[in-house]
């Protein structure tokens, strides 16, 4: 019996006789680099119900653990509905290392970018990842706190403190026509995030 065979005849046995192998179908883990000290995990989840794919990503930064170790909760999650793309250590070396950046501040990749070290293998990675969702969230730490004025070097102009980036002021839903305004929604989180 061929390496095909022996394969095709266990996914029967699989899916027909052990159901808890059928069920964990639903979640696919690659490794991209295994065995190289920038190892990028990536843990596809898929709902019951089919619908919309929200990528999380954490670590671009290995300074700001808030990011990885939130996105790290959602790797072994069960959905009811929609997709889930979980990549929570993307600068797994910069993590290790408790460092910003190695080569390059990963984070600042995404554009054209001319130079090849293992920071832009994996941003090509995320990109297309991007590319495969509906909706994406970033975590990052913040520092400081925002203010239009400077106040001190904890909170000034140049800080962000707890803050929310959004691609657009607002979004006009292509089903329903609704306007959903990402921006006001924001400013009035963060507002309420940065009060001390």
């Known amino acids: 019996m061929g390496c095909r065979n022996i394969i095709v005849a266990f996914l029967i046995i699989a899916v027909f006789f052990l159901p808890g192998i059928a069920a964990a179908q639903k979640r696919i883990h690659t490794i991209f680099f295994e065995g190289t000290d920038h190892e990028l995990h990536v843990y596809n989840v898929y709902g019951e119900i089919p619908g ?20 790290d909760h959602y790797a072994d999650i069960s959905l009811a509905k929609g997709n889930l793309i979980v990549v929570p250590r993307a600068n797994f070396q910069s993590i290790i290392l408790k460092r910003r950046k190695i080569n390059d501040d990963m984070n600042r990749k995404f554009a054209e970018d001319l130079k090849h070290n293992y920071e832009t293998k994996i941003v090509e990675i995320l990109k297309k990842l991007i590319n495969e969702s509906d909706c994406m969230l970033n975590l990052h730490d913040g520092s400081g706190f925002y203010s239009d004025k400077w ?11 707890q803050s929310i980036i959004a691609d657009c002021e607002s979004y006009v839903s292509s089903e329903t026509g609704q306007t ?6 924001a400013r009035s989180i963060v507002a309420k995030i940065n009060k001390i």
């Open 151 to 161: 106040e001190g070097p904890a909170r000034n102009p140049k800080k962000f403190g």
């Open 180 to 185: 959903i305004h990402l921006g006001d929604m």
């Open 52 to 71: 919309k794919t929200l990528l999380l990503i954490g670590g671009i930064q290995g300074d700001e653990p808030g990011g990885f170790l939130s996105v």
